[in-house]
């Protein structure tokens, strides 16, 4: 069964009509048909990616491709477990944001992610950390992290959220926020300030697209 065949078969399994499979992926119900008559040969890896969060299957069995097969032909190569993420909205990579939950979506990903959920990264202020716009970024569950690791923070009573490098200095009771692209400033709380903001969790990992 092809890819087209499979994208057809899930869709119906998951009571989806092509408009709705549409709206949740931001195409066209005319883009679905095109996958499903497999008009389209060279589907981007995003969109692949996308329908299969929604369809809620991996990539490779959407593609066509079972474990055996590629094991059979590539007996070099070991198959990847993989478990569903939720996708929490976005986390600014800049300017602080705010950040949207929708956990309607999901990222698919291997099993050794040691994560609670992932957000995508928005903005270019980890770039030296090889986080970029874009990224999807996992995240475990914590209320500290150690520092100089990177953690997903909400900041200014939960209005914004960013991802940085976290300093906690307890003698001067302050809280940096550092980037990891020399044109942003680092953020500081002290005293007072440090009501205003709570560490969601530890970045752990991180998935990008091949440039």
């Not at 869709?11 to 497999?38: D, P, W």
């Not at 953690?151 to 976290?166: G, H, I, P, W």
Request: one cysteine or more.
């Amino acid at each position: 069964m092809g890819m087209a065949e499979r994208i057809k078969e899930r869709r119906k399994a998951m009571g989806y009509t092509q408009t709705e499979l549409g709206e949740k992926l931001g195409l066209q119900a005319s883009a679905i048909a095109k996958y499903e008559n497999g008009r389209v040969k060279n589907m981007k890896r995003s969109i692949i990616a996308s329908m299969a969060n929604v369809l809620e299957c991996s990539p490779t069995y959407l593609m066509g491709l079972d474990y055996e097969e590629k094991i059979t032909a590539l007996d070099n190569v070991y198959p990847i477990e993989l478990k569903r993420f939720p996708l929490v909205g976005e986390i600014a990579c800049g300017v602080p944001k705010y950040t949207n939950e929708d956990r309607e979506s999901y990222i698919m990903a291997g099993t050794n992610i040691q994560a609670d959920f992932c957000l995508k990264a928005k903005g270019d202020s980890m770039i030296n950390a090889r986080i970029h716009d874009g990224d999807i970024v996992f995240i475990k569950k914590q209320d500290i992290v150690d520092n100089g690791e990177v953690a997903a923070v909400v900041v200014n009573n939960e209005s914004e959220a960013t991802l940085k490098r976290f300093y906690y200095y307890t003698e001067k009771c302050m809280v940096i926020l550092k980037a990891e692209n020399p044109a942003y400033e680092d953020m500081i709380f002290t005293n007072e300030e440090l009501d205003n903001f709570h560490v969601l969790g530890k970045a752990v990992a991180f998935q990008s697209d091949v440039k």
